[in-house]
């Protein structure tokens, strides 16, 4: 096992060992964000926009905070909450896939027709309208985001769990007289995992992305949360001067969606691979 | 063509249901605040007395279903009620800025669907060699980037270090034409950016599935052209998947307006939506997720119209 | 009309020496080919016969200088007509092909681009190669349209491919390869894919239409009776090497190679029909059945009776409804009317009212066993779970029942128990699905064209496993099937179908002698023999039958 693994690290292309090593390093800096950072996360520590210097790295932002420190926090909070929002999406939107295919008949019309209404609506549309109505608190918006994102999983669940559903050996269990549970757990999920997997990771970037977007809009992560997507918000108008500072907290969402993917990528060429 | 007259007509029936449903959603889902909207603005200090005052201004003593309809046929005839942050007519508030919004999307629609297309085809042809590892390479982090990160990369180098195009897109109805263009490119030019990205991807994507297809090998096989093939027997099969490509992605332009406007301050429906969420003035917000999602819904159904049309096996029902 | 024909009938047109094709998988390049010569003579048919994996369909695409994706050609000479295609320009091949060799693939509805009509495929061979132009095209279309015996020659081409039924579209193919002449044309399985009935127009129209143009060809297929009707000369292959070689006649009479006279015996094998117990109750009885799928009907009035200790066969082409008459049985698909009878007893319709009792006498076996066992499962838990489930076995007993039914199958419990149907071949597969189904320990079992997915050599152990389980267990089969010779090695009572109807049934004799059904008669009549003039023979008798009024032929002809 560790063998194979050892054996399919080495044979990994070198954009999925550069996603591999980026997301290891983000783990590692979320993890020990406290001993990492110079500065607490919302300490004001000189005047505002600080030049880049020794004291601090990468200077002070709009209200005179360490960039640096709420760099390191914000990859904490920004990335934590996405995680979060990207289970809850993940255990709502695979439930009721699962639940449609396999039962199938009215079940699955009504969970499908109300899927499909609400992604008649564009989601970042469908969470401007909901965070108007129940305010910008991160309940709201982790609630919000994991149920827009939901209905792409649900799709995603129930389709490829109508791939195995159809099969044969599905028949044969329920033939048998197999309950639901059975035939979820031990004939298809075991069958979907890789697409699923690989969904996660994906599924992970859009949140991520999108609480990031809500967050540069001033509508997601409030104040004075270290927040990368804030961070580019507040800061922004030092661009006009050429200073890229604000790039840097930008560059931070980039750099782990394009690693994540990269990973993603590897991974359903793998996962097919094998199956041929 | 009878059973495909049948099929679009059905399409077009669905789509008016879905977008009357998806009306009857933003217009209800302000039923969900905790309390009413009276309640809501004026705050918790005011009397009961001000709070009926003003919910009958509003119309909110009526009952929701006459509201709704009183709603919807407003924005039917153009009067959309007024905002509750300055008081102004909501339809002048949208006028100017939905075609400005229209007219980047069309813009951006111009440069990203060409190129897309033309740069996926070639992906496609040239599976497997370098080009194509580049290409995917680069589609992957450009779709994994946030628009903003684009944007402000844009503005760097070709705003700020080089002075090519203006930072903010302050365009006004009083410019010429070409001025606007100039303006709004380094908005267009972000919008382009993502866009292609995914554009690509699936053009790729559709070409190759199509290549594998047994009728390709056997115009091989019966000494076609590489060109003809292309073009003769891939090309009116690539149709139906390419169309749902450049409508889909068209409609996510329409939602990646909104970011994009926010960083380059233009004055577009996405700005509006922005700021009147900050400042929850919910008859303008309504009013804009409704276009917003009026416009994703059409196009959605374009997109639909247009498969059908171009599948050989309705187009010649047996 | 031929451009470039000129060479004398017996000139040698092809000819391939220690062809070698590799095949990819992952980074590495495996031989698949392992250095085979094929010589052709000019107006000979050449059969390339074997079983998957014997590297027939590669052999047939490197006569055209073709390699599939993940395929190369990796050494050799290929002459054609004095060209050496290995060394050619893409050009000179791309010039070749279409216009002097031809391919005819196995899946026309496939094969066709559905975005055109098929006239507009057929000229497009002579058009671009320049040999035809647009107007003649279209009229020498049509006269080979009429020759192959397409209905409606003038506006059959005016259709597209989805508008054209399968047996049909097979033949215009045919009529597609022919357009340019070709001195050689490469039939890759053209009829696998077609009912029985339709191969017969399809094979007698290839037939003619290749002798009365003088084409060589070379015939794949799997199947040694077609190839027998065809071929001037045979090649036996077997994993990429060539078994046997020879002149059709004296290799069916007098095979050099074991293995060529195991594929010849394969459709021998026969069991005495064993007569139906005296006075002895059925144990199933199907009554007065009429299903529907939604609001189309599909059975009417369908009713047989199985026996203890007895096989029935249920015989028919696709659409029969043979497959859905199971479904009724196993309450997949509930009956509109009728009833279903298992020992005495009206079972509920649906399998979920029924008891686990009457789902565990009632098994089931099915014909693609790569999709009957979950890939992701072990081996042990795959049989075990019935074992544990109806009979509730555990721990050490468990594993028992689980080694002593690998045992009863033929596979060796150390080695296969602990491993995933992927790593197993497709009789193997097909072996674990048996054993799944008698681990319940049921009575009756329901076999759906459980050997036509597997090579005629496993096909045929896997039936004298099942015989062998029945004589032991005194188990009943329902055997679905389209292919007689498996009616013929194994069933006690025959029941017909054709359109959601049962035609004719009774005890194997009798439904093996005539007078029979008309259906019956064109089904029987059908299946393909070794005997090189079976197909002479028949279509004479046809003939002879039609002048007497009374029409013998598929109904999609």
Known sequence: ?276 | MHAILKMVIQRLALGVLTLFVVSLLIFFAVEALPGDLAEEILGQAATPDTVAAFRRELGLDLPPHVRYFEWLGGILTGDMGKSLANQREISELIGVRLWNTLFLAVIAAAISVPLALFLGVLAALYRNTLYDRFVNVFTLSSISTPEFFVAYILILFMAVNWGWFPSISNISPGLGFWEQVYRSMLPALTLTLVVVAHMMRMTRAAIINLLASPYIEMATLKGIKRSRIIMHHALPNALAPIINVVVLNLAYLIVGVVIVEVVFVYPGLGQLLVDSVSKRDLPVVQACSLIFAMTYVLLNLLADVLSILSNPRLLHPR | MSTTSTGEKGDILLQMIGLKIEGRVDETWNEIVHGVDVTLRRGEVLGLIGESGAGKSTIGLAAMGYARDGCRISGGEIQFDGVELTGASTEARRALRGNRIAYVAQSAAASFNPAHRLIDQYCEAPVQHGVLSRSNAEGDAMDLFERLRLPNPDTIGFRYPHQVSGGQLQRAMTAMAMSCRPDLIIFDEPTTALDVTTQIEVLAAIRDVVDQFNTAAIYITHDLAVVAQMADRIMVLRYGNLVEEGDTRSMLAEPQQQYTSDLLSVRSYRRDERPRPEGEAPILQVKKVDAAYGKVPVLFDVSFDIHKRRTVAVVGESGSGKSTTARVITGLLPPSVGEIVYDGKVLPPSFKQRSKEQLRKLQMIYQMPDTALNPKARLRDVIGRPASFYLGLTGKQLEEKVRELLRLVELEPDDYINRRSTELSGGQKQRICIARALAAEPEVIICDEVTSALDQLVAEEILKLLQRMQDELDLSYMFITHDLATVRAIADEVVVMQHGKVVESGPKGEMFTPPHHDYTDLLLSSVPEMDPDWLDNLLEDRARLASEGRVLKAADN
């Open chain 1, 1 to 276: 096992m560790t063998a194979n693994a050892m054996k399919l690290f080495r044979t990994a292309p070198p954009t999925a060992l550069f996603g591999l090593i980026v997301i290891l390093l983000y783990i590692l800096v979320a993890s020990f964000a406290t001993v990492i950072a110079p500065y607490g996360e919302t300490e004001i520590v000189a005047s505002e926009y600080e030049p880049w210097s020794e004291e601090y790295v990468l200077g002070t932002d709009n209200l005179g905070r360490d960039m640096l420190s709420r760099m390191i926090y914000g990859a904490r909070n920004t990335v934590g909450i996405a995680l979060i929002t990207t289970i809850i999406t993940f255990v709502v939107g695979g439930f009721f896939g699962l639940i449609a295919a396999t039962l199938g008949g009215w079940v699955d019309m009504l969970l499908s027709r109300i899927v499909d209404v609400m992604m008649s609506i564009p989601s970042l549309i469908s969470a401007l309208l909901l965070l108007t109505i129940f305010g910008t608190s991160i309940p709201v918006l982790v609630t919000i985001i994991a149920l827009l994102e939901a209905t792409r999983v649900f799709r995603l669940a129930r389709a490829t769990s109508m791939n195995v559903v159809v099969l044969d050996f599905v028949e044969v269990a329920r033939l048998r007289g197999e309950g639901l549970i059975y035939i979820i757990s031990k004939e298809i999920l075991p069958n979907i995992t890789a697409p699923l997997a690989a969904e996660f990771g994906l599924r992970f970037c859009f949140v991520f992305l999108f609480i990031s977007a809500l967050s540069f809009l001033g509508l997601g992560l409030q104040p004075p949360t270290a927040d990368w997507g804030s961070m580019v918000r507040d800061n922004a108008t030092l661009i006009t001067f050429g200073d890229i500072t604000p790039l840097i907290p930008a560059a931070a969402i980039a750099l782990l969606t394009v690693a994540v993917n990269f990973v993603v990528d590897w991974f359903l060429h793998v996962s097919s691979g094998l199956k041929e």
